[in-house]
């Protein structure tokens, strides 16, 4: 019997690994020191730290450490990347590529942009969400100066490719972002992969803790330069002013070091699960996968159930965490905009549901996922019936 509720709802957060917690809490008390302080002890413990975790995270997208800014999580590293993009090559362009499927914090982002003076190109996907290559060349005009475009999506788990956007951007001398906030960690992924110029990514979606993350940027070949949203001491190369959060960037550090030397077995692991899981709830009348099933994270499923709401399904299984959508757009009643932008109509958008597994998901879990699933499902639908 597995503890309940069951958690599978991995995209939208990790439980900080024991390891990582382990390493991160010295830095709250004994040494607690400030990176910026250069004049005592105190302060070299800290930036020491800083200074390992800069490595841990670099090694794990395979950047070089003084490529990589902190942040606060991935949607602060988006903000940086596309805003100061934006201001810091305004004399070149003022265009930018994205897809109708990325995270609300890159459309968000796009959307203010676009009241800036901005023009921003949302490019639909194909049915099983991958974006179409052609499409993305077309789309490119004189004025273009970004392509966004995110590594794995959060909904789906689908992976985008990478190196074929990399290749057109880089022919016409484009800066090349990624979202890679549900990739990294994941899959092996690096930075020189499609000349990758800005790279987003988060602690807290790989077994670190929340408020940590940070935003690659490339320094050569072709170097990027970003306009700072954060003015202040200088600190981060004076893109981004503040005191570092120390034990959240050391447990950041920590928990990419995990997963690097993790991700293999652990994907390996995750996509039995995962399988397992489908299987049995595709067993089901009326389920049907949504995404491309090649190009996929390990560990995320999303499955639509013909005829009944996905909320009201989940409100039935209150022992099964798992979610609708993305967690940052959960609270608004639309229907997910990454499912119907892959031509999934408003009804069954809104009756599918996301499984994300994680490292700490056990075959028993997805034994009895599968078993609430089904007997809720029964239920609502033998409702449905009589009523
Ligand atoms: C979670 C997520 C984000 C936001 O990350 P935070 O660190 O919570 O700000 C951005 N993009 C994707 C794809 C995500 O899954």
Redesign the pocket.
């Known amino acids: 019997m597995p503890k309940l509720p069951i958690y599978l709802d991995n995209?939208a957060t990790t439980p900080t690994d024991p390891r990582v917690l382990d390493v991160m809490l010295p830095y709250f008390t004994e040494k607690f020191g400030n990176a910026a302080s250069r004049h005592h002890a105190f302060g070299w413990t800290a930036e020491d730290a800083v200074d390992l975790a800069r490595e841990q995270a670099a090694s794990l997208i395979g950047a070089s450490p003084e490529e990589l800014i902190f942040t606060s999580?991935?949607?602060?590293s988006?903000n940086m990347a596309l805003k100061g993009v934006f201001e810091a090559y305004r004399s070149k362009g003022n265009h930018i590529i994205t897809l109708a499927t990325e995270?609300s914090?890159v459309l968000d982002t796009c959307r203010y942009i676009e009241r800036s003076g901005g023009k921003v190109t949302y490019l639909p996907v194909q049915p099983d969400g991958l974006l179409n290559i052609e499409m993305l060349r077309a789309a490119i005009t004189a004025e273009t100066i970004l392509i966004s475009v995110?590594y794995a999506n959060?909904e789906t788990g689908v992976i985008q490719p990478m190196e074929d956007i990399g290749r057109i951007a880089g022919e016409k001398s484009i800066i090349f972002h990624t979202?890679a906030?549900?990739g990294a960690g994941k899959i092996p992924l690096n930075v020189d992969t499609g000349g990758i110029g800005l790279l987003s990514f988060?602690a807290?979606?790989l077994y670190g803790p929340k408020g940590a993350?940070a935003l690659f940027v490339r320094r050569k070949n072709p170097r990027v330069r970003l306009t700072p949203l954060i003015e202040g001491g200088g600190h981060e190369k004076g893109l981004r002013s503040g005191t570092l959060n120390v034990p959240g960037i050391v447990g950041f550090g920590k928990a990419c070091e995990v997963c690097l030397t993790q991700m293999e077995k652990d994907g390996q692991k995750l996509s039995l699960l995962r399988d397992k899981l489908e299987s049995g709830l595709l067993e089901i009348p009326g389920t049907a996968l949504n995404g491309n099933t090649h190009n996929r994270l390990p560990h995320v499923s999303n499955i639509r159930f013909a005829g009944l709401k996905g909320d009201l399904l989940m409100s039935a299984m209150p022992d099964l965490a798992i979610s609708s959508g993305?967690a940052?757009t959960s609270a608004s009643p639309e229907p997910s905009h990454v499912l119907t932008a892959m031509g999934l109509s408003e009804e069954e958008a809104r009756s599918s549901l996301r499984f994300s597994l994680g490292r700490f998901t056990e075959e028993t879990d997805i034994d009895f996922a599968v078993n609430i699933c089904r007997n809720a499902i029964e239920s609502l639908r033998d409702s449905t019936k009589h009523s």
């Open positions: 995209n999580g991935a949607t602060e988006v995270h914090c995110m959060n979202d906030t549900q988060s807290h979606k993350g993305s940052c």
